[in-house]
């Protein structure tokens, strides 16, 4: 697609449900970035992913946490059992390559859980 | 903690007149870049400055990096409504390919 694409635009869950939020990045971008910002805060990081190498996992906040990319490709961001405390808006990111390139946001899915 | 501190949390100014926001940071880098934010959503790329480069312009921005003290500063000139937005640096640090995110500036430009 022309940008990066984030589902659910919007999510409200009940606290211990899981959700899975998904990104669909730039197409042939390898570099692929989740991001979470908490209402009026800075961004948090999640999780990266290049190319086929290991993910930088060092932002996960705990084992609840999880991300996959498949075929290098479509990622989606799991959070089980979840907590008041994770309402927050998530954002994916994509860029062509590793560093020193411009990085395109998803407008990002906004969770909340009541 | 964040990598980038932005310099100050909010800025409110008049129409026409310039912005300016800092950013610092602790590590050594490849590049940082600027982006903004409208309305708590997806955040827009400005503009990116090398490490081995002093200062860049883009339209109405210019960005300065002194990399002796890990500081960079965007000023905005002959500012406009539109321009109201938060605005973030962003790092990455050598050795390591993520980019890190500052806590952001709140801008707001008064008509």
């Known amino acids: 697609g022309a940008g990066v694409s984030q589902s659910p635009s919007n999510k409200v869950t009940e606290k211990g449900k899981d959700v899975e939020l998904r990104c669909d990045p730039i197409?042939?971008?390898?570099?692929l970035y989740w991001y979470r910002q908490s209402l009026g805060q800075g961004l948090e990081f999640l999780i990266y992913?290049?190319?086929?190498?290991?993910?930088?996992k060092s932002g996960l906040p705990s084992d609840r946490f999880s991300a996959e990319r498949t075929g290098g490709s479509v990622s989606t961001l799991t959070i089980q059992r979840t907590q008041q405390e994770d309402s927050a808006v998530y954002l994916c990111?994509?860029?062509?390559?590793?560093?020193?390139?411009?990085?395109?946001f998803g407008e990002g899915s906004w969770l909340t859980v009541v | 903690s964040q990598q980038g501190e932005e310099d100050p949390q909010a800025l409110s100014i008049q129409e026409g007149e310039n912005a300016t926001m800092n950013c610092s940071y602790k590590?050594?880098?490849?590049?940082l870049q600027w982006y903004r934010q409208n309305s708590g959503r997806g955040l827009v790329h400005l503009i990116l400055?090398?490490?081995?480069?002093r200062e860049k312009h883009s339209g109405r921005l210019r960005v300065t990096l002194d990399t002796s003290k890990k500081s960079s500063s965007l000023l905005i000139t002959a500012s406009r409504a539109a321009d109201t937005a938060s605005y973030f640096c962003?790092?990455?640090?050598?050795?390591?390919?993520?980019?890190?995110f500052g806590q952001g500036t709140r801008l707001t430009i008064n008509p």
């Open positions: 400055i090398r490490s081995n480069e």
């Open positions: 990111a994509s860029s062509a390559d590793s560093s020193g390139n411009t990085i395109y």
């Open positions: 197409s042939g971008h390898t570099a």
């Open positions: 590590t050594s880098i490849n590049n």
């Open positions: 992913f290049q190319g086929n190498s290991a993910p930088d």
């Open positions: 962003a790092t990455d640090e050598k050795g390591a390919q993520k980019l890190v």
